[in-house]
């Protein structure tokens, strides 16, 4: 199978680079991959990640929530639940920090369309792009909502979204710079980015280390920092005017990590480790388990 093997970092392409450790993906493939760190920009990245045309493969599980919807097992129950409630956070965050009650809204990797019926309900015109056909069929009779193959987001129109929203999807796409400049296009005058992706330097990702189910091999290409989004974002002619926490993503993450550790899922030891990495975070949103990045153009 193709691979992709980094000889410089994705982000600010310094050679300066050393191993991490090697993680396993306990989703579909039960293989091991690396995950390599830049000392320079500190993006962490996984080496020999399948080509584009390749890893879709890695998806194809019952257990991917953001493509199935599945409601099995305790921990994509509680996801489930949760997920009405952040899908409303999301809005107001959108609603806020554009200004706008109504606009023009594009959801980049919007999955089975939640929070594309979400805003829509809120009276945005709202567009989505998803690259899984078998997800944006969900969207399509769970929500009627049509939604678009990925690469069409280069035939977009400049200046057109009030808003475009990543919810963890940058840690997923190959063309990482081509992306960020045609977000940066497909903005109108006072257009906002949105761009939620896990943060490796958590605490929590310190306890699990490589079992920590923030890496996601090979699904998550890259494992920002803080100051890695910010070099990438600097790159582009944007900037991070905001910084949010996603408190319960640290409790999500750190069941799967407990699961991946040993075998089973220890929810008692996982919502300790969860909250004590909230706890960490409080007033310091660059230690929180998954940020949102709110961007604008300079």
């Known amino acids: 199978m193709p691979v992709i093997h980094y000889t410089h970092c994705p982000v600010c392409k310094s050679h300066n680079l050393q191993p991490v450790f090697n993680v396993k993906d306990y989703t579909v493939s039960g293989k091991e991959f690396e995950i390599v760190h830049c000392n320079d920009c500190t993006l962490r990245f996984t080496q020999d990640v399948p080509v584009l045309e390749e890893i879709g493969q890695y998806y194809k599980s019952e257990d991917y929530i953001s493509h199935t919807n599945t409601n099995k097992g305790l921990i994509n129950r509680l996801y489930q639940r949760v997920r009405v409630r952040t899908m409303k956070q999301k809005a107001a965050v959108v609603k806020k920090y554009t200004g706008l009650q109504t606009g023009n809204l594009l959801d980049v990797g919007s999955g089975t369309g939640t929070f594309l019926h979400t805003m829509r309900l809120q009276g945005w015109r709202v567009s989505g792009l998803e690259p899984d056909a078998d997800a944006r069929e969900l969207a399509r009779t769970e929500y009627g909502v049509e939604s678009n193959p990925s690469h069409l987001l280069f035939s977009l ?142």
């Open 157 to 298: 129109d400049s200046c057109s979204f009030n808003a475009v929203t990543l919810w963890h999807v940058l840690e997923h796409v190959h063309a990482l710079h081509e992306y960020v400049e045609q977000m940066k296009k497909l903005l109108a005058k006072n257009g906002v980015l949105f761009i939620a992706v896990p943060n490796y330097t958590t605490k929590d990702a310190r306890v699990y280390g490589k079992y920590w189910a923030g890496y996601d091999v090979p699904r998550h290409l890259y494992h920002f920092s803080p100051k890695a989004m910010q070099t990438l974002m600097e790159q582009h002619g944007l900037e991070i005017a905001g910084m949010l926490p996603m408190w319960f993503d640290s409790f999500y993450v750190d069941m799967l990590s407990s699961k991946y550790k040993t075998g089973k899922v220890n929810y008692v030891s996982a919502g300790l480790h969860g909250l004590a990495s909230n706890i960490n975070a409080v007033g310091n949103v660059q230690q929180c388990c998954s940020v949102i990045y709110v961007v604008r153009a300079k």
